[in-house]
Structures are given as C-alpha cells and as structure tokens.
C-alpha cells in the first residue's frame, strides 16, 4: 500500500528486454532497508524489487503493466516519481493507494503562474463516473484533489512543494499520465450503482 506522497525522483538507468519481461534499472533516491521482493510505486504503479546494487534497483514489468500505463513510454535517463511502501505506524498524509492503475489520461493543458501549477487532463471514459470536484486522484503516483470537472477533463492545482518533489513540473501538453482512483470513492460509486440496479433505475 502507498499513500501518493512521493518520496523522491528516480532516474532510468537501464531498460532491457528479456522475451515477454521488460527490465527496468533505476536510481532510486533511498534505499535504506529496502530488500528483494518489496513493492515500490514508480510513477504510481506498484512494482516488486528484483534486485538491488547499490542504488539501482531492478524491476521486472510484463507488457500488460507497459500496455496500462505510461512505463511503456519511458526511456533510459527519464525520471520517475519513486514511493517506498507504507509501513504499520506511518503517517499517512495522502490517501491510501494500491499501486493498481485504472488508466491513462493525457495532459490537455498546463499553466504555470509564479511557483504555482495548474494542468487540465482529458481522463477516458472509463474513470467519468469516479472523477468530483474535491474528491482525491492519483496522478503518476501524487495524491492530489479534484478541481473543476467538465466534459470529461478536470484540472488540478499543484502546490509548489508537490512541484519539487516530483516530475509534474517537466510535464508538458500530451503527455501520457497514469492514474488511481480512490478506494472510497470507487467503492461509493459502484455501491450507489448495484443498489439503482437492484432497484430497477435506469440512468
């Protein structure tokens, strides 16, 4: 489990492919305890750790995981938002996270004014239902709330410590954004769905 309050930045040392199992090598800014087999959040998916050498750390990814999210678009010397699971007696300052992707938006447009940043994404129609104004978001593995949301985008607006913790700021119009719905919010909606079917109300 994560709580989409990254860590720090990591940095894409080596992608190789082995038949159907795309190897990543990364940077990782923190390593202290970390073993074989822990989970970690790179750019919001959930990954397990294969290897460890020094500070670069292997990662295994299938093509469904490429297919899903933007891991696919990456290339060597790209930085990735890096989060290191949530352990019993942390503090939880963002929300809680699988590390599952729901899907992929797309940056639609980005506005910056002094240290502050505001970005408009276009979400598919596969997360409409989920998105409220106020309501919590992961984007690329960053808790973050809801702004406005209308026909099928929604803004956000990033504080300037979230801008220096993370690769929002280096995002630009049309880049590819991974992104996680909130369990709670996942579960009222489709709780308020089976109950208006079971009720026979129709949309």
């Given at each position: 489990?994560?709580?989409?309050?990254?860590?720090?930045?990591?940095?894409?040392?080596?992608?190789?492919?082995?038949?159907?199992?795309?190897?990543?090598?990364?940077?990782?800014?923190?390593?202290?305890?970390?073993?074989?087999?822990?989970?970690?959040?790179?750019?919001?998916?959930?990954?397990?750790?294969?290897?460890?050498?020094?500070?670069?750390?292997?990662?295994?990814?299938?093509?469904?995981?490429?297919?899903?999210?933007?891991?696919?678009?990456?290339?060597?010397?790209?930085?990735?938002?890096?989060?290191?699971?949530?352990?019993?007696?942390?503090?939880?300052?963002?929300?809680?996270?699988?590390?599952?992707?729901?899907?992929?938006?797309?940056?639609?447009?980005?506005?910056?004014?002094?240290?502050?940043?505001?970005?408009?994404?276009?979400?598919?129609?596969?997360?409409?239902?989920?998105?409220?104004?106020?309501?919590?978001?992961?984007?690329?593995?960053?808790?973050?709330?809801?702004?406005?949301?209308?026909?099928?985008?929604?803004?956000?607006?990033?504080?300037?410590?979230?801008l220096r913790l993370t690769?929002?700021?280096?995002?630009?119009?049309?880049?590819?954004?991974?992104?996680?719905?909130?369990?709670?919010?996942?579960?009222?909606?489709?709780?308020?769905?089976?109950?208006?079917?079971?009720?026979?109300?129709?949309?």
């Amino acid at each position: 489990m994560f709580t989409g309050i990254v860590q720090g930045i990591g940095e894409i040392i080596v992608i190789s492919k082995n038949n159907t199992v795309t190897s990543f090598e990364i940077n990782l800014p923190n390593v202290e305890n970390l073993v074989t087999g822990a989970s970690v959040s790179i750019n919001g998916v959930c990954l397990t750790v294969v290897k460890i050498n020094s500070n670069i750390v292997q990662f295994d990814v299938i093509d469904e995981t490429l297919d899903r999210t933007n891991l696919g678009d990456l290339i060597e010397g790209d930085n990735v938002n890096v989060e290191r699971s949530l352990k019993f007696g942390d503090e939880v300052g963002g929300h809680i996270l699988s590390g599952h992707i729901f899907d992929t938006g797309i940056i639609k447009s980005k506005i910056k004014s002094g240290d502050q940043m505001s970005l408009n994404i276009l979400a598919p129609p596969s997360i409409h239902k989920y998105l409220t104004e106020k309501g919590y978001i992961a984007i690329d593995g960053i808790s973050l709330t809801v702004g406005k949301v209308v026909d099928g985008t929604f803004d956000l607006h990033i504080i300037p410590e979230t801008l220096r913790l993370t690769i929002l700021d280096s995002k630009e119009v049309g880049d590819v954004v991974n992104i996680e719905i909130d369990t709670n919010t996942q579960l009222i909606v489709e709780t308020i769905e089976r109950l208006l079917v079971d009720r026979g109300v129709t949309r």
